[in-house]
């Protein structure tokens, strides 16, 4: 559990202004990523999908629109002590490129069983590591012990309002580019991009159903819907990396008021639609990218004949380790 | 060789304005696709790439520009009889899109030796298909016999002025999605691409110079350029599959007195520019798609510092032989 109720805002911190705010302020450093579609997959599942492209993102997912965001809400005092974050992932890399970008030092706190790939990422944008051991109570140490030493600002990858507001952007941009859009389908871990995306929605010029898809096996963020409290993980794995992380609290107050629904998909359709996004969508998606499309695989959702926007979050995969 | 001398029309029968007819004959059939950019590229090669991403195009590839083209210009009493062709890959699937958008049967040739992806994508967009035995001649008689009992139209891959035109567009859509375009790299195998793009490159806002890439070891279109007539092909085979057409004596004609220059790369490098767009662009592309980017990593080409346009020439590729 990440701080608990004492360190968040209040859910009217963040609102839809604050994602149109956000994307105002980042938009001429990312990308404005295309939409595609694919007939053949559409067939597949009798729905008009509409791809949103954060596999194509700047540090390959659209985790650069939080960490774009938040380091750039930063007053020039605040932000001359440097940013920093425990993360294994695509939240690191992103840091360290919005750090870069601003001119002001990252630091990563990366546990030593992180996928080296991802590591090297962070590295490549000019993040400092500090290795950790494995768990969540190692990783909040090893923060804590850097921000005491450095004084560093903390940018959670998802309990953070400013990080939530730039999540919503790629939804926010892709209501404008797909203005008859029905639904969205979002993936789930900590729940900052379903809780922007939801936002950003409301913003679009008709009504448009946001749905949180997540991994059957780690289905703290449904079972917390259903609950109307947040509940503990699971201790299970899931390919989809990317959304092991526990539900935020401030997200969860957000998807609670904003989300339609929360779904989850079993693991072998995950691996179906991340090959099938491949080889019919010729689009490069990590494992947690292909968790929205698995839910169009099976039979809990009634949207045939809709305008389904997916949103690919991400492109980070190590090409040596495919899932099939 | 196709057809000879007598079968094909003058090089004045295709003009930079027959790309426009062209993109305006065919543009709300077929996709617009994207122009990507990736910064990790960029830097690795020391120049300002833009993608032209018809990986994300209808079947898959560039293609059904073409055959679109074709297929809308003839007129109805042509379009009857059906159209057919002779093609072991992306041809085909566009041939079999295109007629089955316009309503009339599309028959393909299609030698046993093919790879049973791109067979089964003909066939799923509606072709009837005909094996016929290795080699050139097998397959120009299967052709011809086909002909002559249904009387359908012979849709050339690249011998053919509609399907240059159509090819085209790709290139005129880049430019002007990019109005600051310096170069353009294009692959070469049977030429109609390479010629169609230096048609439309006469009407980008600037000049643009127009760099044809082959593999080294089925050459003859760099062989053919130097010489000033058409060299015989190599026997040789590439990993890039789709470009192992000899060149065609349309797309030579026009090369000749259109493109800058014809450069040649190592399968190797063919081999490790199709993982670094994969991995660093998060797209897939078939290794023929790789080969203008591979141009990039050796020596040959002075580009540094200038904005070079990729065309992504197709995405249809085996995801369980991967060339890595």
Redesign the interface.
Known sequence: MHGGMGSVRNVSDVHSADVEGALARIRTRI?HT?V??C??LDRLVGAGLRFKCE??Q?T?SFKIRGACNAVYSLDDRDASRGVAAHSSGNHAAALAQAAAWRGIPATVVVPESASPVKRAAAE?YGATIVPCGAGQAAREQALDDLVSRTGAVVVHPHDSPEVIAGQGTAVLEMCMQVPDLDAVLVPVGGGGLLAGSALAARRCPGPVSVIGVEPERVDDAARSLRAGVRQPPTDAGSVADGLLTSLGELPFRIIQSEVDDIVTVPEADIVRAM?LI??R?????EPSSAVPFAALLGDDLDLGGKTVGVVLSG?NVN?DA?P?
């Open positions: 990308h295309p595609v579609t007939a053949s596999n194509l700047k390959g490549r090959r491949w080889e969508a010729k689009l490069i998606v492109g090409l495919l099939w």
